[in-house]
């Protein structure tokens, strides 16, 4: 049993995002107690367990069997993420998982499988939900300011992989979960699942734009699988039962691109919620609102939505957020949300995006 007055005792497996972002903010978490750390290679981990006064699992075994760790975020590439977190939750760990949760939707529901047997706690850093001016657009529609939605557009055009001279890595590889769905798509669905409901269907088309590019460890020029383009056209079906079309357009090679940019149009009211900051998702954000014709208007969140402490990397005020209502589900044995229900519901959509390019066909979602 988890004492609800005791920090959740943690370990991060994974050392990129990991160490950047929810090392620092789990430091700072009430909830949270970091005891270590695991990566595949010894001397990175060395490197972070020193610079961080953190225990090393020299072996992912050694760690899922550790009986002090309660929880472990796994911020791990995608590839691995699946095979380790099956043996986390089968050594009864809680997970936070970063994004896309796993290479595809079966594997989703077999983590969801063996967690209800579990009865644990697996969340999903869907870390938008967690931004201040998300979710005062949340709040906005929630409270009908806009009625019933009846048109969105999302453009996330972004530069991080439009230099070609960027080395092959594993962002290049399809079958590794590389690509700008899984960067930006499985955000993209979330959130629009999030704000307005699931997605009926679709009809994608994906392109690879820098079809090749230099392997730094086999020396040799390889040929980039994955996908650095999506556009989508999807019909969402809103509480109402109405099918609202929404356009989302991803990009991860558009040079001096205007970043993101959420249009929603309803009957009663328009919002945008936009930033052109590329390297932070929550400085740089603004969030405007027009009612019944007036003109738009910037919002402000609420106060009770501010961050009680905000770093100089944007990124870790709200995964801090997303890992306190991890945390929270574990001491109180509620579902978490974001959760493997939400991860499921994004992957879905990332997995027909793909059909529906390779086929050439509109697809409905089970």
């Not at 999030?194 to 230099?214: A, C, D, H, Q, V």
Request: aromatic fraction near 8%.
């Amino acid at each position: 049993m988890i004492n609800k007055y005791k920090r959740i005792r943690i370990a991060i497996a994974g050392l990129g995002f990991g160490e950047s972002v929810h090392i620092p903010a789990s430091l700072s978490n009430e909830n949270i107690e970091l005891v270590g750390l695991w990566h595949p290679r010894q001397d990175r981990l060395e490197e972070a367990c020193k610079k961080h006064n953190l225990c090393a699992y020299e072996t992912w075994n050694g760690l899922v069997n550790d009986p002090k760790i309660e929880g472990i975020i796994i911020a791990t590439p995608p590839a691995p993420r699946f095979e380790l977190a099956i043996q986390a939750i089968q050594a009864g760990k809680h997970l936070l998982l970063e994004k896309p949760t796993c290479l595809n939707a079966y594997e989703v529901m077999e983590l969801q499988r063996n967690a209800l047997k579990k009865n644990l706690q697996i969340a999903v850093d869907y870390e938008y939900r967690a931004v201040p001016l998300f979710m005062q657009a949340k709040r906005i529609i929630d409270e009908k300011k806009l009625e019933e939605p009846y048109f969105l557009k999302l453009d996330w055009l972004m530069s991080s992989r439009a230099n070609p001279d960027r080395p092959w890595n594993w962002y290049s590889d399809e079958n590794s979960g590389g690509g700008v769905l899984g960067a930006l798509g499985t955000h993209a669905f979330d959130m629009i699942h999030w704000l307005i409901g699931p997605t009926y269907s679709l009809s994608s088309i994906n392109s690879t734009s820098i079809k090749e590019r230099f392997c730094p460890l086999s020396k040799t020029t390889k040929r980039v699988t994955s996908e650095d383009v999506s556009i989508s056209q999807l019909q969402i079906k809103s509480i109402h039962n109405n099918l609202i079309p929404c356009q989302i357009n991803l990009s991860a090679v558009t040079k001096q691109s205007k970043g993101f940019n959420l249009e929603i149009y309803g009957k009663n009211g328009t919002l945008i919620l936009s930033s052109d900051n590329q390297k932070d998702y929550v400085h740089g954000f603004g969030l405007w609102f027009s009612h019944k014709g007036e003109v738009l208007k910037n919002i402000q969140p609420d106060s009770d939505l501010a961050f009680s402490k905000i770093w100089t990397d944007g990124r870790i005020a709200p995964v801090a957020r997303i890992q306190n209502w991890w945390a929270q589900s574990i001491k109180d044995g509620t579902p978490v949300i974001p959760g493997l229900v939400e991860g499921l519901a994004s992957q879905k959509v990332c997995d027909k995006v793909k059909e529906s390019n390779l086929n050439g066909i509109k697809i409905e979602i089970d």
